[in-house]
């Protein structure tokens, strides 16, 4: 404890968990110290590459009902905590909650029914709260773009975020809020203590949020490799996430608020970092080509590789000890969980500091 009795907790990691953590403790009025292994204005993890959607019915469909519960309560908080953070830093963090569209070409309908059958399973019942079945008008009347396509399934209440601007601003809250900084300084965690170049720092709690950097320290952990594209165009302007079902190639399409689409995304069972293969190129751009053909003339601006944090079985873990916090395997799914993550650690916080101080 700091002279005035304020808990000093160390956050290693200043990617997507550890720049959220790092906030809203500090906010709470603990002395914070976060720690990166790289500069935290460009940051390397996979929150940088990320397309930032928040979508927990179209990832109901292939992961657990845990999932869909957290992401439920994430979007929620996200329409708050987005909210505070444009207010706190007074620019922008493109928190969208517009739904999102899933299309499919005529001859690939069945991947539309398929989808509706599925999510019916898996929320037992009625879905019509969730989701409505389109036709051609009333999808060009949603997404005026998607002129191609007959049919197509609008799930409500699905999100987005621009984390190429939500990373900065929470940098920038977390600056205003005294939040000591320490970049460049790749630290190991343990119990009360961090490790780093110039020797051991002792905390009342460390939160390891390192993603692939604790590989070491959690069991199982894995990189699973993605592939995304950013093009540019003003000939094709979407309103919101749209996926392509395709029985081979599955593609989304996120737009951003300065005429560039983030295009994702691969899963390759991999931690390979190197550079996109040109068949993911090609896969991806064949895609979207056939998403709208003005997009045959868009710029590929830019291309990102990174590996998502992964548990066994793919789902989210807490582990809690006295004095060590891990917070990891948020996988393909870190915007979609990481404020309900963030909220079950500020408890735990609480109880073990806050009420003994
Ligand atoms: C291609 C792609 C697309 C994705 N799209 C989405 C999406 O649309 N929606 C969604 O919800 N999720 C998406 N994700 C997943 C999301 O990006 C991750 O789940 C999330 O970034 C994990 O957050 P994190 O903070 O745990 O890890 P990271 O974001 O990886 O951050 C970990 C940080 O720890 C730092 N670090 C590592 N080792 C050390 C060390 N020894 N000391 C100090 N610091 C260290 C790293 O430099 C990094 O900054 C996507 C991921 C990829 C790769």
């Known amino acids: 404890m700091t002279n005035n009795n304020v808990p000093r907790i160390a956050i290693a990691g200043g990617g997507l968990m550890g720049r959220l953590l790092a906030w809203r403790l500090s906010r709470q009025g603990l002395d914070i110290t976060l720690f990166e292994a790289g500069d935290l204005s460009t940051p390397g993890g996979a929150c940088w590459t990320a397309a930032g959607m928040i979508s927990p019915l179209s990832e109901l469909v292939h992961s657990d009902r845990k999932i869909y519960q957290l992401g439920r309560r994430s979007l929620a908080l996200w329409l708050d905590w987005a909210a505070e953070l444009e207010s706190l830093s007074g620019r922008p963090v493109e928190f969208r909650s517009a739904g999102s569209l899933l299309v499919a070409h005529g001859q690939d309908r069945s991947e539309l029914s398929q989808f509706r059958r599925e999510l019916a399973g898996k929320l037992s019942g009625d879905i019509s709260a969730h989701l409505q079945t389109l036709d051609a008008a009333e999808l060009q009347q949603l997404e005026p773009a998607l002129e191609n396509f007959e049919h197509g399934l609008y799930l409500r209440g699905e999100g987005d975020i621009?984390?190429?601007?939500?990373?900065?601003?929470?940098?920038?809250?977390?600056?205003?809020?005294?939040?000591?900084?320490?970049?460049?300084?790749?630290?190991?965690?343990?119990?009360?203590?961090?490790?780093?170049?110039?020797?051991?720092?002792?905390?009342?709690?460390?939160?390891?949020?390192?993603?692939?950097?604790?590989?070491?320290?959690?069991?199982?952990?894995?990189?699973?490799?993605?592939?995304?594209?950013?093009?540019?165009?003003?000939?094709?302007?979407?309103?919101?996430?749209?996926?392509?079902?395709?029985?081979?190639?599955?593609?989304?399409?996120?737009?951003?608020?300065?005429?560039?689409?983030?295009?994702?995304?691969?899963?390759?069972?991999?931690?390979?970092?190197?550079?996109?293969?040109?068949?993911?190129?090609?896969?991806?751009?064949?895609?979207?080509?056939?998403?709208?053909?003005?997009?045959?003339?868009?710029?590929?601006?830019?291309?990102?590789?990174?590996?998502?944090?992964?548990?066994?079985?793919?789902?989210?873990?807490?582990?809690?000890?006295?004095?060590?916090?891990?917070?990891?395997?948020?996988?393909?799914?870190?915007?979609?969980?990481?404020?309900?993550?963030?909220?079950?650690?500020?408890?735990?916080?609480?109880?073990?500091?806050?009420?003994?101080?």
Do not use: W
């Open 162 to 357: 621009n984390n190429r601007r939500l990373l900065p601003v929470l940098l920038s809250v977390l600056r205003q809020q005294g939040v000591s900084l320490r970049e460049r300084t790749p630290v190991a965690c343990d119990s009360y203590r961090v490790e780093h170049q110039e020797g051991k720092s002792q905390f009342d709690c460390v939160i390891d949020c390192r993603g692939l950097g604790a590989r070491d320290q959690v069991e199982g952990l894995r990189g699973v490799r993605g592939e995304v594209l950013v093009v540019e165009t003003r000939e094709v302007a979407l309103r919101r996430p749209v996926r392509l079902l395709h029985p081979r190639y599955q593609l989304y399409a996120v737009p951003r608020s300065d005429g560039r689409t983030v295009i994702g995304a691969t899963e390759i069972e991999s931690d390979d970092m190197s550079p996109i293969s040109v068949r993911s190129t090609m896969e991806l751009s064949t895609a979207l080509y056939s998403l709208h053909p003005a997009f045959a003339e868009a710029r590929i601006v830019e291309t990102r590789v990174n590996c998502r944090p992964a548990t066994m079985d793919n789902m989210p873990y807490i582990h809690s000890e006295p004095g060590l916090l891990r917070v990891n395997g948020l996988y393909r799914h870190g915007y979609l969980l990481a404020p309900a993550l963030a909220e079950k650690v500020e408890k735990i916080i609480t109880e073990q500091l806050l009420q003994v101080a």
